[in-house]
């Protein structure tokens, strides 16, 4: 069932600011190295406009809370910690749009850096009246140990597990049929006021217990029929650093599964003979899938067995979805 959270008003102490124009939301949980890594690349950042950082702490017990307290005093510009105690990335989220008292917020992921001008790009953006939402380039940054053709594939990939968000230099609106897809959310601004309105990110997706990706994509594809410009902001790039176990095969089928899960809760959601249809197209090709990448395998066809293993999680993850497991 969509989980919402529009029946929850803005508490009174989050009420925009006028003299705010943008917060900086960092969501985190038992990354403190990372979180403080992330606010000191956000301290060197320059704008034209009055900027927030707030921190959502979604309930860690490695002193998060009280790191950005011992670092807002000497901070060049507000920054503070609240706490969201649900588990989840869409709670924390959801949070932020209610504490942040800026008329636009600017998610940042907690494992990434921001390169020079990147508070500028996304304020920017939002000084246009036409401007609802902003998207900035990420680069992922690999492992030194990295296969090469495994960094050119996952790179190649908009999304994935490696996160990456790049449609060149040139900035440009998000259109159907245009050259950039939706924002990816660890580097995504929106109009806090409309996120509000369209009761903001579905709580039954997003990191959480369960990896269920794309609580982003649902979220603008519920925004973007409300009007305005939703656009690519190439100048706003945030390094977007993975790990060992990001860039493991093991996370891309992990991944790929869980959206194949996004696909059956969101598409297929309230159509009952559409979902009778998809599970029997799914079931008959899931074993396609397999046969395929073993295929793939035995002829060393390395990029194959990669697209056909992807497309099994998928269909794995629909099936997996549609029967409640």
Do not use: K
């Not at 597990?161 to 040139?170: I, K, L, N, V």
């Amino acid at each position: 069932m969509c989980t919402l959270e529009s029946e929850r008003p803005a508490r009174a102490h989050g009420e925009p600011d006028p003299g705010i124009e943008l917060s900086v939301v960092i969501c985190t949980r038992n990354r403190r190295e990372l979180l403080e890594r992330a606010l000191e690349s956000l301290r060197v950042q320059e704008a034209d406009h009055s900027w927030e950082v707030l921190v959502v702490d979604n309930g860690s017990d490695d002193g998060t809370s009280a790191c950005v307290a011992g670092h807002a005093p000497a901070y060049p510009v507000p920054l503070r910690a609240v706490v969201e105690p649900r588990r989840g990335l869409s709670h924390a989220r959801n949070r932020a749009l209610r504490d942040a008292r800026g008329r636009a917020v600017v998610y940042l992921d907690d494992d990434a850096t921001c390169r020079p001008g990147w508070v500028r790009g996304h304020a920017s953006a939002f000084a246009q009246p036409d401007v609802v939402a902003t998207g900035g380039r990420i680069l992922p940054v690999f492992p030194p140990d990295t296969p090469a053709p495994w960094q050119a594939m996952l790179r190649a990939q908009p999304g994935g597990p490696a996160g990456s968000y790049d449609f060149g230099p040139e900035p440009c609106d998000v259109v159907a049929g245009g050259p950039a897809r939706l924002p990816y959310g660890g580097n995504m601004g929106v109009l806090r006021a409309l996120a509000l309105e369209i009761g903001g990110f579905r709580t039954d997706l997003g990191w959480g217990v369960r990896l269920v990706p794309g609580e982003e994509t649902e979220f603008l594809r519920r925004l973007a029929p409300r009007g305005g410009r939703i656009v690519y902001v190439p100048s706003a790039t945030v390094d977007h650093h993975l790990t060992l176990r990001q860039v493991s095969l093991d996370h891309f089928r992990c991944w790929h599964r869980g959206h194949g899960r996004f696909i059956a809760r969101v598409a297929l959601q309230g159509r009952p003979l559409r979902r009778l249809f998809e599970f029997a197209r799914q079931s008959l090709r899931l074993p396609l899938h397999w046969a395929r990448a073993r295929a793939a395998r035995r002829r060393g066809d390395l990029p194959g067995e990669i697209a056909r293993l992807r497309e099994l999680e998928i269909s794995a993850g629909c099936l997996l979805e549609l029967l409640h497991l």
